[in-house]
């Protein structure tokens, strides 16, 4: 049950990012550029998902399981620092240059566009890089510096 | 600043606006999970890595799904063009930004934006604020000084 509820979110999903208009680097180019031609669009993709959203959640909060069984998990951390900053700007540079962020990426790749096929297997090495090579990386420099840590 | 009257989709964008509510809707009341694309493809990932896919059988579906979308909106119309003005270099420069970033931040456009704005999270209210202010200095610096310059 689980996981067809999910297929058709993704469906759902994705046939609101192409309505919205938000599979075209182009016009997510045209939100940014607030200094050029202007094009609030994307502003009434989110204003409208977060309309839907508040609802949901508002919901979510009071359900004591989902429709298809086990716990609804919400996000518990409410932690500003340093990395969710630097996270936040890092993506939004990337988005910026190329126009592309994960979902619409994602749903253009799956379309057949060979240069969304590029960005989103950079994005996934990216992501490997964050999860796997980085802290491998400092667990090994700090072996090689002689602190053992005890965490492992 | 202008607004391109031209390019603005009002009623289009709400409308697509509304639908992504929906899924988002279907996903954390049916699913009991945050419909956020960044942390869905992490964990789906995570579990090709650990070599148990179909231990996230949750997260590979709704990717399904989304990668279906453009599928069945051809059958009823002729999909929106894709407009790129990056090359491969640029693309593969952007990708890797944007992994590294929406997982040291912990969420994307939908999970933070869509979701964690909905929640009313104050933490993802900081992160979208950051992405959007650092992509609309990214357009400004391609579009507009390094024509000036």
Redesign the interface.
């Known amino acids: 049950m689980?996981?067809?509820?999910?297929?058709?979110?993704?469906?759902?999903?994705?046939?609101?990012?192409?309505?919205?208009?938000?599979?075209?680097?182009?016009?997510i180019?045209?939100f940014?550029?607030?200094?050029?031609?202007?094009?609030?669009?994307?502003a009434?993709?989110?204003?409208?998902?977060?309309?839907?959203?508040?609802?949901?959640?508002a919901?979510?909060r009071r359900?004591r399981?989902?429709?298809?069984g086990?716990?609804?998990?919400?996000?518990v951390?409410?932690?500003?620092d340093a990395?969710?900053?630097?996270?936040?700007?890092?993506?939004?540079?990337?988005?910026?240059?190329?126009?592309?962020?994960?979902?619409p990426?994602?749903?253009?790749?799956?379309?057949g566009?060979g240069?969304?096929l590029?960005?989103?297997?950079?994005?996934?090495?990216?992501?490997?890089?964050?999860?796997?090579v980085w802290p491998a990386m400092s667990r090994l420099k700090s072996q090689r510096q002689g602190f053992m840590t005890t965490d492992r | 600043?202008?607004?391109?009257w031209n390019?603005?989709?009002?009623w289009?964008?709400?409308?697509?606006?509304?639908?992504?509510?929906?899924?988002?809707?279907?996903?954390?009341?049916?699913?009991?999970?945050?419909?956020g694309?960044?942390g869905i493809?992490?964990g789906a990932?995570?579990s090709v890595?650990r070599g148990q896919g179909a231990g996230n059988?949750?997260?590979?579906?709704?990717?399904?799904?989304?990668?279906?979308?453009?599928?069945?909106?051809r059958l009823a119309a002729p999909?929106?063009?894709?407009?790129?003005?990056?090359g491969?270099a640029?693309?593969?420069?952007?990708?890797?930004?944007?992994?590294?970033?929406?997982?040291?931040?912990?969420g994307?456009?939908?999970g933070?934006?869509?979701?964690?704005?909905?929640?009313?999270?104050?933490?993802s209210l900081?992160?979208?604020?950051?992405?959007?202010?650092?992509?609309?200095?990214?357009?400004?610096a391609?579009?507009?000084l390094a024509t000036a310059a």
Do not use: E
């Open positions: 689980a996981p067809l509820l999910a297929l058709v979110s993704g469906l759902l999903f994705g046939i609101g990012l192409i309505a919205g208009g938000m599979t075209d680097p182009a016009r180019k045209a940014l550029d607030v200094a050029g031609a202007w094009d609030p669009s994307l009434l993709v989110m204003g409208g998902a977060v309309a839907v959203g508040l609802v949901a959640f919901r979510a359900q399981q989902a429709w298809a086990g716990a609804i998990a919400l996000p951390s409410s932690t500003i990395r969710l900053m630097v996270g936040g700007v890092l993506f939004g540079i990337g988005w910026g240059w190329a126009g592309f962020c994960p979902g990426a994602w749903v253009a790749m799956a379309s566009s240069a969304a590029w960005f989103v297997a950079a994005m996934l090495a990216g992501m490997l890089l964050h999860d796997q | 600043m202008h607004l391109d390019a603005f989709t009002p289009a964008s709400l409308a697509g606006g509304l639908t992504i509510g929906a899924a988002t809707a279907l996903y954390v009341l049916g699913v009991g999970r945050i419909a694309i960044a493809l992490a990932l995570r890595r059988a949750v997260s590979w579906a709704f990717l399904i799904g989304l990668a279906l979308a453009p599928w069945a909106w999909l929106p063009a894709i407009r790129i003005d990056v491969v640029g693309l593969i420069g952007a990708g890797l930004l944007v992994g590294v970033g929406v997982r040291l931040g912990n994307c456009t939908s933070h934006g869509v979701c964690g704005l909905s929640r009313l999270s104050l933490r900081v992160n979208v604020l950051a992405f959007m202010a650092a992509g609309a200095l990214t357009v400004f391609m579009r507009h």
